[in-house]
């Protein structure tokens, strides 16, 4: 179902707002909203577009549907609904509070006064502050002395650093607590747009931004506080080169992606520009359409809106049309699976707070809440937390299943032709040959896609990948559906630390609200600023074996980027053995991390090193070869190997990400696991007290003559255990005794 900006269905959080057709323009405001929410099924795309005389800036009123042409994806649109100033809105009122802004903080309190005595009784206003961190201060309200009183008291609050990406995003997930679901979304940004100086070193990407401001539906509209570090920024860094490489974050990329207004102001102007401001936002035009392409696959489509040929003749002057450039059109059932849990996400989660603006905050943490409980680092050989022991009604239930498999070892099977890279169907018993230690062993078990699985998709949320959440909530209804109904799914966050943000649940709408706001709970949680991914599988593994259920399958998918690590907390043989006797196959699925290229690395090291060294060309030089010759050498070092072996240790396979295709990428990487064989048999007593056995699986000659080349994946071994008692006959849960 379509994105709009005019009004939401239930609890449509991901992005999609819908409106109404048309009505007529003497019908009573509350008669309006009525109708509107009885049309809500109207499947329209709504834009929210400004058009302007660019030399005067002055307001084009009077304008009717025939005077625009709306072209999606190329393709023309026919224009259903068309409205000025009928909707509400929402605004976030977003205020920098940082040092080089306080000089004008008082006239920014005056400008705001003005502002928000020129909404509408209908309109409701948010009021967030933010410098080196972000602070929701009043949630929506339409009580506007609430907000002067709240203002008041928020703009005595400093701090060093401006993170404008980081305030963005949080004024976007706010938008979501907007009480009304008709209004007009928007983000009102008053700044000096001097953020932070490089974009690699961010704690929320360029790419995560985007994609929150786009799915919020808001228009972002920046008025710039003019300044002296204004006017030296645009002389420093107008030069090409130091722009890609020292450039600071701004709001100009929301503002463009959004079709909003940005406007500079002095000191004195700040007053007339903000209620200008927002007189351009009530004079905005909402034009909706119903997409011709009805396939809601949750991709990006482009938006194109133009005046016609007879318009632009008959108005004369240049005119500017600013609305937003696209939309993600995410598939319907994905929207009624989270509208479904509308009434349950309300009365169940925590409501916003201040702990973390925009979000609902985590619960308490306490023992026997899993769901919230940050775990640990490990020591050399990492010990069970006890604040982890799940008592979840789901974790008792698969507690008391019986296991038919407890005493075989069980291994997860990927049988590959090495030619066309196809699964191999059509496998026996029979075709294989099992080898333990040198031993052959006589298969007990094989199956494939009869067992139920139990996934634990395991989130970095300090590096790059945070942007792949979008992809994975835009089409939860496409990769879920790959889980049958005994099958469960667990959330993990992971950073140094990891954190369990959903217990495993067979409730697929529990997932769908859990992704909603994964990466707030997660950060929440203080997990870390880095990445350590082998002591992040090591604590899925061991939830695994105390909350999953213990007769299914066991999977722990990875989702991480690219940048290297030379160290983890965890001990990685122990980490090893942990996953052997779990029963655990490890999967990533990597994104790769926004880095500079090697010649912009250079150009930014003799960028740097020429203002320090005063331009000595023998002082540049040295510096980049040093600095250049010390980063070659940490690639080639920081490479994350413990982590590659893991996965390959366990039979796992790992695959590459865009971001924008993860939930396609998982749907792939879900087929792949639905249809792997599993192979069970009795494990050898360990009476020789060596530990690891070793174990080979392979095609016997007569299935490799009539399948061909076939290669295979699977755990390359298993962890042995010594008999309690002497006289005992049976394995007494061997490794690898924990089916999966």
């Not at 792997?676 to 494990?683: H, L, T």
């Amino acid at each position: 179902m379509p994105t709009s900006i005019s009004c939401r269905i239930a609890c449509l959080v991901l992005s999609s707002l819908f409106v109404a057709t048309g009505y007529s323009q003497t019908t009573p405001q509350s008669d309006v909203q009525q109708q509107e929410t009885i049309k809500l099924k109207t499947d329209l795309v709504v834009l929210d577009a400004s058009v302007t005389d660019k030399k005067s800036r002055e307001i084009i009123r009077g304008l009717k549907p025939e005077d625009f042409d709306l072209f999606e994806d190329g393709a023309k649109q026919q224009i259903e609904y068309f409205s000025q100033d009928k909707l509400p809105l929402s605004i976030v009122l977003l205020l920098d509070v940082s040092p080089s802004v306080r000089p004008v903080i008082e006239k920014i309190r005056e400008g705001a006064l003005q502002a928000l005595q020129r909404l509408k009784p209908e309109d409701e206003v948010a009021l967030m502050i933010f410098s080196g961190w972000t602070e929701l201060i009043q949630d929506f309200t339409k009580d506007r002395q609430l907000v002067l009183d709240k203002l008041a008291a928020a703009l005595e609050k400093s701090s060093g650093g401006t993170r404008i990406h980081e305030a963005v995003v949080k004024a976007a997930r706010q938008m979501r607590y907007a009480t009304n679901p008709t209004s007009r979304r928007a983000i009102l940004v008053i700044t000096d747009n001097q953020g932070a100086m490089s974009r690699y070193n961010d704690t929320i990407s360029e790419e995560e931004a985007r994609l929150t401001v786009i799915e919020s539906g808001a228009t972002v509209c920046g008025l710039i506080v003019k300044s002296l570090l204004n006017v030296a920024a645009s002389v420093v860094f107008q030069h090409p080169t130091v722009q890609e490489h020292f450039k600071r974050t701004t709001i100009n990329p929301y503002v463009e992606e959004t079709g909003g207004e940005m406007t500079g102001a002095s000191k004195d102007e700040i007053n007339a520009r903000l209620g200008e401001m927002i007189e351009h936002l009530r004079s905005r035009y909402s034009i909706g359409y119903t997409p011709t392409n009805q396939t809601f696959d949750g991709k990006y489509r482009k938006v194109n809106l133009t005046l016609t040929r007879e318009a632009k003749r008959r108005l004369g002057s240049e005119i500017v049309i600013s609305a937003r450039k696209g939309y993600y059109a995410v598939d319907r059932e994905s929207e009624e699976l989270l509208a479904e849990v509308k009434a349950d996400a309300e009365t169940n989660e925590p409501q916003p707070g201040t702990v973390l603006p925009g979000v609902a905050p985590a619960p308490e943490k306490t023992a026997g809440t899993p769901e919230t409980q940050a775990i640990e680092q490990p020591n050399e050989q990492p010990k069970v937390q006890p604040s982890l022991e799940p008592d979840s009604q789901t974790t008792k239930q698969n507690n008391a299943i019986v296991n038919p498999f407890a005493n075989l070892v069980m291994l997860d099977v990927h049988a590959m032709n090495k030619k066309t890279g196809t699964i191999a169907g059509n496998l026996t018993k029979e075709d294989f040959e099992l080898v333990d230690n040198g031993v052959k062993k006589e298969i007990a078990h094989f199956s494939q896609g009869q067992l139920p699985i139990s996934v634990i998709l395991l989130i970095d949320v300090t590096g790059n990948t945070t942007y792949t959440m979008s992809s994975l909530r835009r089409g939860v209804s496409h990769w879920i559906r790959h889980f049958k109904p005994d099958d469960e799914i667990a959330l993990m966050a992971f950073g140094s630390t990891a954190a369990i943000i959903q217990n495993f649940t067979k409730d697929r709408k529990i997932i769908a609200v859990r992704l909603r706001d994964f990466v707030d709970r997660a950060r929440q949680l203080n997990i870390g600023p880095y990445q350590d991914r082998t002591m992040a599988v090591f604590h899925a593994a061991e939830h695994m074996d105390k909350a999953a259920n213990p007769a299914g399958r066991r999977v722990i998918i990875t989702i991480t980027d690219d940048n290297p690590r030379s160290h983890t907390s965890a001990k990685p043989d122990y980490t090893a053995k942990v996953l052997f006797d779990t029963g655990c196959v490890v999967y990533g699925m990597v994104a790769k991390a926004p880095r500079p290229s090697r010649a912009r690395q250079i150009a930014s090291v003799a960028a740097r090193s020429a203002i320090f060294s005063f331009g000595n060309p023998i002082s540049i030089a040295t510096t980049v070869a040093a600095t250049i010759g010390t980063q070659m050498v940490l690639d080639a070092i920081m490479k994350d190997r413990t982590f590659v072996q893991t996965i390959r240790k366990t039979g796992g396979a790992a695959m590459k990400l865009e971001g924008e295709d993860t939930a396609e990428k998982l749907n792939l990487l879900l087929d792949l696991i639905r249809n792997r064989y599993v192979v069970g048999f009795n494990p050898s007593i360990d009476t020789t007290f060596e530990p690891y056995h070793k174990l080979t699986l392979k095609l016997n000659p007569e299935a490799q003559k009539r399948a061909g080349e076939i290669i295979i994946s699977t755990a390359q071994g298993y962890y042995g255990r010594k008999p309690v008692d002497s006289d005992v006959t049976e394995p007494n849960n061997s490794g690898g005794g924990k089916s999966h």
